[in-house]
């Protein structure tokens, strides 16, 4: 896999549909045990409860769009959930759901075409945006209950590619995003994983009327623009930076450039 910053779709669909079973059922054993008022400290003012409820809700309303390829934004979001009354049986409940969401997604054409929010307007959007949310929810909950919470570094590079491609898009519910502007400025994600697929580098170029990713094609004739400012770590701990997870002071990235391009694109990225 190499960095697409603008092709669709680079993991097959069946990693996203197999990685997705694989992740959800790692989350409920992660908070099974837990108790349901325990905070979690990455989703500042959610308890286990609330990320739990959060992580079911949003499965199921996601294979409710890629059951019925919705061709247009839903005007609502009212779907039966099938919610216990109980916090103590959310676990098992997220867990229930898994055959149901591996079902709408084997029987998904990832080629059909359907409304979404991002770039990619086919249901594959969905599994792979269904992958990374439960995927990092899933590190939430583990580190919210002393777990290291570790990522597959070839799901993490995809996943840093996924962000930045849909980061465009994503104004309807992170606003800052909208306000994102720059005058020209590059800005490069680089993975330090040594071997294997995943040592990559994604750019993003900074305009006075929004921002862009650069696609890797374009990276050898944007060698007279040079890079501004550069973020480099682990592909594991660049998704988590980009999800607000991490930090760029963090001593595990180097970084270099000018620290106020960091500082503009952190302060507007909220995800």
């Known amino acids: 896999m190499t960095a697409t910053n603008g092709a669709v779709h680079p993991l097959p669909y069946d990693t996203y549909r197999e990685a997705i079973a694989r992740e959800t059922l790692r989350f409920t054993e992660a908070v099974q045990a837990a108790d349901p008022a325990t905070p979690v400290p990455s989703c500042p003012g959610w308890t286990v409860a609330d ?19 919705v061709q247009e934004p839903p005007r609502s979001r009212d779907i039966e959930l099938g919610l216990p009354e109980r916090a103590e049986d959310y676990p098992q409940w997220v867990a229930a759901g898994v055959p149901g969401v591996a079902a709408v997604l084997r029987d998904t054409d990832p080629d059909a075409p359907m409304w ?3 770039e990619d307007g086919y249901a ?23 777990l290291p919470g570790d990522i597959d570094p070839v799901l993490a590079a995809d996943g840093v590619d996924e962000f930045l491609v849909n980061l465009p898009y994503a ?6 995003v909208t306000k994102l502007r720059g005058d020209g400025e590059t800005l490069a994600f680089r ?12 750019r993003v170029r900074l305009e006075q009327d929004g921002f862009r990713p650069v696609p890797p094609a374009d990276h050898e004739a944007d060698a007279s623009a040079p890079v501004t400012a550069a973020v ?5 701990d660049l998704l988590l930076l980009l999800y607000g997870r991490r930090s760029h002071q963090d001593p595990v990235f180097e970084v270099s450039g000018q ?7 952190f302060a507007h990225t909220a995800f």
């Open 124 to 146: 594959r959007f969905w599994a792979r945006r269904m992958l990374f949310e439960t995927l990092v929810h899933r590190v939430d909950a583990e580190r919210a209950v002393g």
């Open 191 to 202: 993975c330090q994983d040594s071997d294997g697929p995943a040592a990559e580098e994604w």
């Open 51 to 69: 990320l739990t409820r959060h992580v079911g809700s949003l499965q199921r309303w996601f294979a409710t769009l890629l059951t019925q390829l």
């Open 259 to 265: 620290a106020a391009v960091l500082d503009n694109w």
């Open 232 to 236: 480099r770590g682990h592909a594991a």
């Open 171 to 176: 104004g309807l519910f992170a606003p800052g």
């Open 116 to 118: 979404t929010w991002g």
